[in-house]
């Protein structure tokens, strides 16, 4: 691109298709409420008596209600995530909070009138073409019904939340407040638990291994309450489990995922079959590194070191990369520019990370980044787009209650995205060091995704089947099942500190929601997947992978990736994803090995 276009510095929100400022956002809250009110007065008590025309004329308003609100609460969320401190911002969110929670409760009716429907009615319903658009979302939520207890006892469980988050609340403030002194070369400071492991990706051995050996350390003296917090939330857990009665700890993820045990199953066990992969990665990474085995503080030690990327450069990349596969995709990330939906720049306040947020059906998503000119962050635009791009096209065709799926399928098209900017830098890009680092971030990030989850989702089953047996989870039983974990993934390919036995205390995932990290593995693999066969015939593959993206959440995820040949419950699907691994990981060895020269 030529010199003097737009600069990170220009890229920043327009946020006038949300709302013309705080004063329309604060007039507009009241509005919906009484609209929300409105509508409930109307149907409420009355969902057994409406026909299907009826109901999807309820359908249809709900569905817009739903869009006015995302609009209104987005537009908090944004002014928020520009400055957390702004007290105009936060006296909207306040706002935003109080009235949100109005119109949701004036809507609560809905769900519960649904679930209370008796089945011959629900399936007269829902086999009517009227009903179409929303019957998916509509029968899982009645999927609920066997596990919902009597209105009496759903209160006092209600009743009972805040003292039960209290024990996240107390873990979260254990992890955040942890401040371990640690000398990274201008002497002895404070450092937070994320500064620590940020050590882990620099160049320096001494650094990795000193900041990493800080960290385990200073974890050590909390590790008995952190261990109190989770052992009262997975009793409790458990207890609820038995009262609604699920008996396996994991159902209850899978339901909300919409996935059935016995593929989650043939995931991990696949996985864990693989974790050869990995091994190997590891050997020839302490070769490339000049030594003998790898520390564990080694693991995401850079192989190669990536040039800077401008911002026109990263669209150029992203827009090319989209384009060349579907036109469709391009147009939409140019669109989201155009309208000024996106904001580049790191600054002082700002949210830190990245994300994608969906609007209206009417309103292109936004997106936030900090981008800072790294390789990196070229592939966060990619994967952030291959939110909005997913976004778009099933907002198109579907009704907002029907167009967002679970986290497994979410983080498909982004993680796809990423691959199609990926395949395109490595293609054009000359400079040996990036290649080198580019394909090395690709490999141990899809590591991180589907061994490393999966690892964690093992050390939560045996965790929770120690509880069911009656046994404390005390910081000594959670280190050694940890720690064995940990081994049986890494076998002998690189030294694992004893000090890593601590290292389950911070993870946050295990805290607030049970075996969350599976949904990652499932992403990657889908995208391996999809990637190989779109590798092998781009010309069939491309049509089949828009209508996915159309269908939004309006099917389970096995009946989404059907299309594609991709039967969930078998082992061999799978292990097709673990071969296009395994070729990223030759591929990565190859471009490090040239990078030396
Ligand atoms: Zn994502």
């Given at each position: 691109m030529a010199a003097g276009e737009l600069q990170t510095a220009d890229v920043l929100w327009d946020l006038s298709d949300l709302a013309s400022g705080d004063d329309q956002a604060r007039g507009d809250w009241p509005l919906l409420v009484e609209r929300a009110n409105e509508f409930a007065a109307r149907y409420r008590g009355r969902i057994d008596e409406l026909d299907a025309a009826a109901m999807r004329l309820l359908l249809d308003e709900a569905d817009e209600v739903g869009q006015e609100l995302s609009r209104l609460q987005v537009y908090t969320h944004l002014r928020l995530s520009m400055d957390a401190a702004d007290p105009d911002a936060n006296d909207l969110a306040t706002v935003s909070r109080d009235r949100g929670a109005d119109v949701e409760n004036a809507l609560l009716f809905l769900g519960l009138e649904w679930i209370?429907?008796?089945?011959?009615?629900?399936?007269?319903?829902?086999?009517?073409?009227?009903?179409?658009?929303?019957?998916?979302?509509?029968?899982?939520?009645?999927?609920?019904?066997?596990?919902?207890?009597?209105?009496?006892?759903?209160?006092?469980?209600?009743?009972?939340?805040p003292a039960v988050s209290a024990?996240?609340?107390?873990?979260?403030?254990?992890?955040?407040?942890?401040?371990?002194?640690?000398?990274?070369?201008?002497?002895?400071?404070?450092?937070?638990?994320?500064?620590?492991?940020?050590?882990?990706?620099?160049?320096?051995?001494?650094?990795?291994?000193?900041?990493q050996s800080a960290l385990l350390e200073?974890?050590?003296?909390?590790?008995?309450?952190?261990?109190?917090?989770?052992?009262?939330?997975?009793?409790?857990?458990?207890?609820?489990?038995?009262?609604?009665g699920f008996t396996d700890p994991m159902q209850p993820t899978n339901m909300a995922n919409e996935l059935d045990g016995e593929a989650v199953e043939a995931m991990m066990s696949a996985t864990e079959e693989s974790y050869e992969i990995a091994r190997r990665w590891f050997r020839a990474k302490a070769g490339l590194l000049d030594l003998d085995?790898?520390?564990?503080?080694?693991?995401?030690?850079?192989?190669?070191?990536?040039?800077?990327?401008?911002?026109?450069?990263?669209?150029e990349i992203v827009d090319t990369s989209f384009d060349r596969f579907s036109p469709r995709l391009g147009e939409i990330f140019r669109a989201c520019l155009a309208a000024g939906h996106v904001d580049a720049p790191p600054r002082a306040g700002?949210?830190?990370?990245?994300?994608?947020?969906?609007?209206?059906?009417?309103?292109?998503?936004?997106?936030?980044?900090?981008?800072?000119?790294?390789?990196?962050?070229?592939?966060?635009?990619?994967?952030?787009?291959?939110?909005?791009?997913?976004?778009?096209?099933?907002?198109?065709?579907?009704?907002?209650?029907?167009?967002?799926?679970?986290?497994?399928?979410?983080?498909?098209?982004?993680?796809?995205?990423?691959?199609?900017?990926?395949?395109?830098?490595?293609?054009?890009?000359?400079?040996?060091?990036?290649?080198?680092?580019?394909?090395?971030?690709?490999?141990?990030?899809?590591?991180?995704?589907?061994?490393r989850q999966t690892v964690l989702a093992r050390f939560e089953q045996r965790s929770?089947?120690?509880?069911?047996e009656g046994r404390a989870l005390t910081a000594e039983r959670l280190s050694e099942v940890w720690q064995e974990e940990q081994q049986r993934y890494y076998g002998d390919s690189l030294d694992l500190p004893d000090s890593y036995r601590v290292g389950w205390s911070y993870i946050p995932h295990f805290i607030h929601v049970r075996f969350y990290t599976y949904a990652y593995s499932f992403a990657q693999l889908v995208a391996l997947l999809l990637y190989g066969s779109y590798r092998d015939d781009p010309e069939a593959f491309v049509p089949l992978y828009l209508e996915f993206l159309g269908r939004g959440g309006s099917a389970s995820p096995a009946d989404l990736l059907a299309p594609f040949g991709l039967d969930l419950r078998s082992t061999d699907t799978w292990r097709r994803a673990f071969a296009e691994l395994d070729a990223l990981r030759q591929n990565a060895e190859d471009l490090a090995a040239a990078a030396q020269g």
């Open positions: 209370a429907l008796d089945d011959d009615r629900a399936e007269a319903l829902l086999a009517s073409p009227e009903i179409e658009p929303f019957a998916h979302k509509l029968r899982v939520e009645r999927e609920e019904k066997p596990y919902v207890l009597g209105e009496a006892e759903e209160q006092a469980l209600n009743a009972r939340r024990w996240g609340a107390l873990h979260d403030r254990q992890v955040a407040t942890l401040e371990i002194p640690f000398d990274a070369g201008e002497g002895e400071q404070a450092h937070t638990i994320s500064s620590l492991l940020s050590y882990l990706y620099r160049p320096e051995r001494s650094l990795r291994l000193s900041a200073g974890l050590q003296p909390r590790a008995d309450v952190l261990a109190a917090c989770y052992d009262a939330l997975v009793g409790d857990r458990l207890g609820i489990d038995r009262l609604r085995t790898l520390a564990l503080a080694d693991q995401y030690a850079p192989l190669g070191e990536a040039r800077a990327f401008s911002w026109p450069e990263a669209v700002k949210a830190t990370g990245a994300y994608c947020t969906p609007v209206t059906k009417t309103i292109l998503p936004y997106v936030l980044l900090n981008y800072t000119e790294r390789l990196r962050d070229v592939t966060t635009l990619a994967h952030e787009f291959g939110h909005a791009t997913h976004n778009v096209l099933a907002l198109e065709r579907q009704a907002w209650h029907s167009h967002r799926t679970g986290i497994p399928v979410a983080e498909v098209p982004s993680t796809f995205a990423q691959s199609l900017s990926d395949d395109y830098l490595l293609e054009a890009e000359t400079d040996p060091q990036t290649r080198a680092a580019l394909a090395s971030d690709r490999l141990e990030s899809a590591f991180a995704a589907i061994f929770y089947a120690l509880r069911m």
